[in-house]
C-alpha cells in the first residue's frame, strides 16, 4: 500500500488534494493540518481522503511515499527536512524557502537520500509556458534581448513576505527556465505604503549575461489586474498575456534591422524597422497543476530529475535574497557568482 500526503490544505492545498486523487497513483491520499474545522471541510468535499492533525504521524507511516507541502514559507524548510530525513518524497510551494542556506541544505539531503525534491513552479508546466519554450527553442526569436514581466494586482496584502517574495517567483522561475540561465547581476527598489516594513510595490532588473536582461515590475497596488510578459528577440517578440482565455500568445514578426553605412572612412548605424504578420498559436489547456502532480509521481517512481528541482527552487530563492540585498542599499547592484553574493 502506498499513500500521499498534503500538509495544509487552506488556500492551494485542496487543488493538490483534487489532482493527487484523480491521478489514482496512490491506494490512499492523506489530508494534514492543524486546523480541524478546515480539515473536516476538505475532507467532506472529497470522500475517501483520510485525514491528520500532527505530521509527526507521517513521518512514521511506511506507506506514505511522498509529502506535499503546502503551507507557508516560514514552516517549508523544518516540514520538508523533517520529511526527506523520514524517507519521503518532497513536493514543495514555492518559494522553496525562506533562505538559501535552507534550501541548499534540503537540495543536499535529497540527493544524499536519492530522493525526489521537487518545488511547485506551476507555470512552468502550463500550455503557454511550453509553447514559449518550443519557439525559443527553435530559435524563431534569433537573438535574445529582453524579457519584460508585469505581474500586479490590487492585495493580496501578506505579512511575512514583501511583494518580491509574494508574486515574482512564478515569473523569476519562468525566465530562468526559458533562458536556461542563472541571475548574474540583480538591482531592486522598492516602496511600503502600509505599516509593516514590507515592500507592496517593486521592479526588479535582472542580468543573465550576453546582453540579455529582464524586468520584473510587481505590485499589491494596481487597480487592476495585469499578469504579462513580453520575449523580444532579432526576429520575434512574443506577447503572453495569461489573462486572456483564446489568445494567451501572440507572436510578432516585428524587430529592428541594422546597417552600417559607409562615410568617409568612418562607419554610420542606421537602425530600420521590420513589421511583418502576428503569429496566434496554439495552447494546451490541460490544467498545470494536473501536470504538476504527473510529472511529480512520475519522478518518484523513476528517479528522474523534475523539470522544477530542489536546484532550481534554489536559483529562485538566490535571487529573491538577492533583491532584499539591493533593497536595503538603495537599490545597488548585486552580483550572484556560484553560492555567493555581493555589492557591486
Known amino acids: 500500500m502506498s499513500s500521499l500526503a498534503v500538509i495544509g490544505v487552506g488556500y492551494w492545498g485542496p487543488n493538490l488534494v483534487r489532482n493527487f486523487m484523480s491521478l489514482g497513483a496512490f491506494d490512499e491520499v492523506v489530508a494534514c493540518d492543524r486546523d480541524a474545522a478546515r480539515l473536516a471541510s476538505v475532507c467532506q468535499r472529497f470522500p475517501g481522503l483520510q485525514d491528520c492533525t500532527d505530521p509527526e504521524e507521517l ?116 525566465v530562468n527556465h526559458i533562458l536556461q540561465r542563472r541571475p548574474k547581476v540583480v538591482r531592486a527598489t522598492g516602496q511600503s505604503h502600509t505599516d509593516k516594513d514590507l515592500p507592496d510595490v517593486a521592479y526588479v532588473n535582472i542580468e543573465y549575461g550576453d546582453s540579455i536582461c529582464a524586468n520584473f515590475h510587481v505590485s499589491w497596488l494596481a487597480p487592476t489586474k495585469i499578469r504579462r510578459m513580453v520575449f523580444s528577440g532579432s526576429r520575434r517578440m512574443i506577447v503572453w498575456n495569461d489573462l486572456e482565455d483564446a489568445e494567451k500568445i501572440r507572436v510578432y514578426d516585428r524587430g529592428i534591422e541594422l546597417t552600417r553605412i559607409s562615410k568617409e572612412q568612418e562607419y554610420e548605424l542606421q537602425v530600420g524597422y521590420r513589421t511583418g504578420d502576428v503569429w496566434l498559436p496554439n495552447v494546451a489547456r490541460t490544467e498545470a497543476l494536473r501536470k504538476v502532480a504527473e510529472h511529480f509521481v512520475d519522478c518518484c517512481r523513476t528517479g528522474k530529475t523534475p523539470l522544477t528541482s530542489g536546484r532550481d527552487g534554489l536559483d529562485v530563492v538566490m535571487t529573491l535574497e538577492a533583491t532584499e540585498m539591493s533593497l536595503a542599499n538603495a537599490g545597488h547592484p548585486v552580483a550572484i557568482d556560484g553560492d555567493q553574493m555581493s555589492l557591486l
Open 59 to 174: 513521518w512514521n507511516r511506511a506507506d506514505v511515499e511522498a509529502v506535499v507541502i503546502a503551507v507557508p514559507v516560514r514552516f517549508h524548510y523544518d516540514l520538508a527536512k523533517a520529511a526527506l530525513s523520514a524517507g519521503k518524497h518532497v513536493l514543495i510551494e514555492k518559494p522553496m524557502t525562506q533562505t538559501a542556506e535552507q534550501a541548499r541544505e534540503l537540495v543536499d539531503l535529497a540527493e544524499a537520500k536519492n530522493l525526489t525534491l521537487m518545488v511547485d513552479h506551476t507555470f512552468i508546466y502550463t500550455g503557454a509556458v511550453e509553447k514559449i519554450e518550443q519557439i525559443v527553442r527553435r530559435q524563431d526569436l534569433g537573438t535574445f534581448y529582453y524579457i519584460d514581466s508585469v505581474r500586479v494586482n490590487l492585495g493580496l496584502f501578506q505579512h511575512d513576505v514583501n511583494v518580491i517574495w509574494d508574486l515574482a517567483p512564478h515569473d523569476l522561475s519562468i
